[in-house]
């Protein structure tokens, strides 16, 4: 995969797909939480940044970030961009992704590999908007056990569905 996943290989056991399913769990809890706490009229940018922290290795590895909604400034590599993908801001494309808000978010069954502290996820993963309809994206994650256990999201691309246009 080319990260850091060879320095890492001898720090701690190997990542389990359980992991890895609950921490995309609670990845989706989180936006939907930020949406929540901006609904609500609260610090919803202090709830983005909780959640980049928590599940993002920013300062502590490299992350490749490649949001679903992004065109002009498609890669976004710090934690400011990534902060002004969710919320706004930053980036003048950006509307706020995390701010929507989504009521929920559901994972569909996945391809995934797991070698030592390395999981690579991808599928499609469903999110819910108020009205009930869901929206469906394209993603690959690539998780990593750090040094001292955490485990981080390194590389995040969402993307929606091609759809096929018609010739007239």
């Not at 995309?24 to 983005?48: L, P, R, S």
């Not at 992704?97 to 978010?105: C, E, K, L, M, R």
């Not at 690579?120 to 929206?135: G, P």
Request: aromatic share 14%; hydrophobic share 35%.
């Amino acid at each position: 995969l080319g990260f850091s996943s060879i320095a890492h290989a001898g720090t701690e056991a190997s990542l389990t797909e359980d992991q890895v399913t609950e921490l995309k769990k609670a990845w989706g809890d989180g936006i939907v939480k930020i949406g929540k706490v901006h609904t609500a009229g609260g610090d919803y940018k202090n709830a983005a940044r909780e959640h980049i922290e928590r599940f993002y290795a920013y300062g502590k590895d490299t992350v490749l970030f490649k949001p679903t909604l992004a065109s002009q400034d498609q890669f976004q590599g710090t934690f400011d961009e990534a902060l002004s993908y969710f919320v706004g801001g930053k980036i003048a494309e950006d509307g706020g992704f995390a701010i929507t808000p989504y009521t929920a978010v559901r994972w569909e069954s996945e391809v995934m590999n797991i070698t030592g502290n390395t999981a690579l996820s991808m599928c499609n993963y469903y999110f819910t908007k108020t009205d009930v309809s869901e929206v469906k994206y394209e993603y690959t994650f690539v998780f990593e056990k750090l040094d001292g256990g955490d485990v981080k999201i390194v590389l995040h691309h969402s993307s929606l569905p091609f759809s096929p246009q018609k010739e007239s």
